[in-house]
Nanobody, 121 residues
Framework: VQLQASGGGPVQTGNSLKLSCTSS????????MGWFRQAPGKAREFVAG????????YYEDDVRGRFTISRDNDKNTGFLQMNDLKPEDTVVYYC???????????????WGQGTLVTVSS
């Protein structure tokens, strides 16, 4: 599965940003989707995941209540709405997908390129 993430960029503390993830080649409808992020020198960490039907979502503790994951299967696109952004949210965000919701939260099979979010104070 080929994934393309977009929507990153500079933003000020407390503001919002919405990331998108789509595929021009593959249909994402049957895949669970998610987002991971990676700070320089650190391992990639899970951020949020959503089942193929949107009936299941899960968030990492630090973003729960601030970030919302969603998807529009008709548009073949997943989203990550990020509110109340903090400087520590300044990392590269990766869109991911897997046939399994269980594994998209842990070790997803498919990864897109990263999109950098920079939060300034």
């Amino acid at each position: 599965v080929q994934l393309q993430a977009s929507g990153g960029g500079p933003v000020q503390t407390g503001n919002s940003l919405k990331l998108s993830c789509t595929s021009s080649r593959d249909t994402l409808r049957s895949y669970a989707m998610g987002w991971f992020r990676q700070a320089p020198g650190k391992a990639r960490e899970f951020v949020a995941g959503i089942s193929w039907s949107s009936d299941g979502t899960y968030y990492e503790d630090d973003v729960r209540g601030r970030f919302t994951i969603s998807r529009d299967n008709d548009k073949n696109t997943g989203f990550l709405q990020m509110n109340d952004l903090k400087p520590e949210d300044t990392v590269v965000y990766y869109c991911v997908a897997d046939e399994s919701f269980h594994w998209v939260l842990r070790t997803p099979k498919y990864w897109g390129q990263g999109t950098l979010v920079t939060v300034s104070s």
